[in-house]
């Protein structure tokens, strides 16, 4: 079995490989305040009653591989590996690790790990050219070439931190759940903030990766988008653009580069 564990800065989200197959996933909050005892306990508490699974840390994994966009976190992630996974090969993405993805980017080192395990996936899964939209506490789009390079991406704010400044910042507004109202014209405060997100976001997803496959191939219409994260499917029904869903990307992409890494020892 192989753990994978891909920390975002919201959310962490965990998948359990039997070969090609995820069996089992689990999405927790990530806390950077977390000390390495604390997540072993967690992730002990998550996956010590998987059928999979023996009783003990550990027991059942064979591999482990992460990413993380919280530095502190990843700190503590390599403190769990060492200290309750020793005796399990374990692949940390940072700088160093093969994936397969050429970065041609000003500073490569500056892309977040989880875009680049993204685009390892999407090459191997629908190949080059594509734009991978990824809905998490920033929405991120980036594009791989044809040759299956990391050209670059877009940053947005996501939707969770654009409802939630709305409801701060609006004097007459409030939080509210982020939903698909009755109809685009909101008859009510809380359904026009519900089509002011929905449609907005889905309209956002349209421009920005119209305007990205017209510079990434000579005809737009090559360009696999690829949609994933956990609101994606909020916006998948509005978006004209989207012709993939594969919540799973991020995992399969580290599936990926752990079996890069370690067939390379």
Same mark, same amino acid.
């Given at each position: 079995m192989l753990l994978t564990i891909d920390v975002g800065n919201t959310q962490t989200v965990l998948g359990l490989f039997d070969? #090609? !197959?995820?069996?089992?996933?689990?999405?927790?909050?990530?806390?950077?305040? @977390? *000390?390495? !005892?604390?997540l072993a306990v967690l992730l002990q508490g998550l996956m010590g009653r998987h059928?999979?699974?023996?009783?003990?840390?550990?027991?059942?994994? #064979?591999?482990?591989?992460?990413?993380?966009?919280?530095p502190s976190v990843l700190h503590e992630m390599r403190e769990v590996t060492r200290r309750y996974y020793g005796d399990v090969p374990a692949i940390l993405v940072e700088p160093g690790v093969? /994936?397969?993805?050429?970065?041609?980017?000003?500073?490569?080192? #500056? &892309?977040? /790990?989880d875009r680049i395990i993204n685009?390892?996936?999407?090459?191997?899964?629908?190949g080059g050219p594509c734009v991978v939209v990824d809905f998490g506490t920033a929405t991120t789009f980036d594009a791989v070439s044809a040759r299956g390079e990391y050209v670059g991406g877009v940053i947005s704010p996501g939707i969770e931190i654009s409802t939630?400044?709305?409801?701060?910042?609006?004097?007459?507004? @409030?939080?509210?759940?982020i939903a698909?109202? @009755?109809?685009?014209?909101?008859k009510n405060t809380v359904e026009a903030m519900q089509s002011g997100i929905l449609y907005g976001f889905a309209g956002q997803v349209d421009g920005v990766v119209g305007r990205m496959a017209r510079e990434l191939?000579? !005809?737009? !219409?090559?360009? *696999? &988008?690829i949609a994933t994260g956990g609101l994606a499917p909020l916006v998948l029904g509005?978006?004209? &653009?989207?012709? #993939?869903?594969?919540?799973?990307? /991020?995992?399969?992409g580290l599936r990926l580069v752990y079996e890069r890494n370690i067939a390379r020892g």
């Amino acid at each position: 079995m192989l753990l994978t564990i891909d920390v975002g800065n919201t959310q962490t989200v965990l998948g359990l490989f039997d070969g #090609e !197959d995820i069996v089992e996933h689990w999405r927790i909050s990530t806390d950077p305040r @977390r *000390t390495a !005892d604390e997540l072993a306990v967690l992730l002990q508490g998550l996956m010590g009653r998987h059928p999979l699974l023996g009783d003990e840390l550990g027991e059942g994994i #064979e591999g482990i591989c992460i990413c993380s966009t919280v530095p502190s976190v990843l700190h503590e992630m390599r403190e769990v590996t060492r200290r309750y996974y020793g005796d399990v090969p374990a692949i940390l993405v940072e700088p160093g690790v093969k /994936t397969g993805v050429p970065i041609l980017m000003d500073q490569p080192k #500056e &892309v977040g /790990t989880d875009r680049i395990i993204n685009a390892v996936a999407a090459v191997e899964l629908y190949g080059g050219p594509c734009v991978v939209v990824d809905f998490g506490t920033a929405t991120t789009f980036d594009a791989v070439s044809a040759r299956g390079e990391y050209v670059g991406g877009v940053i947005s704010p996501g939707i969770e931190i654009s409802t939630e400044a709305l409801g701060v910042r609006g004097a007459q507004l @409030r939080k509210i759940e982020i939903a698909r109202p @009755r109809s685009v014209i909101g008859k009510n405060t809380v359904e026009a903030m519900q089509s002011g997100i929905l449609y907005g976001f889905a309209g956002q997803v349209d421009g920005v990766v119209g305007r990205m496959a017209r510079e990434l191939a000579d !005809d737009p !219409d090559d360009v *696999t &988008v690829i949609a994933t994260g956990g609101l994606a499917p909020l916006v998948l029904g509005e978006a004209s &653009v989207i012709d #993939e869903h594969e919540p799973w990307l /991020t995992l399969i992409g580290l599936r990926l580069v752990y079996e890069r890494n370690i067939a390379r020892g």
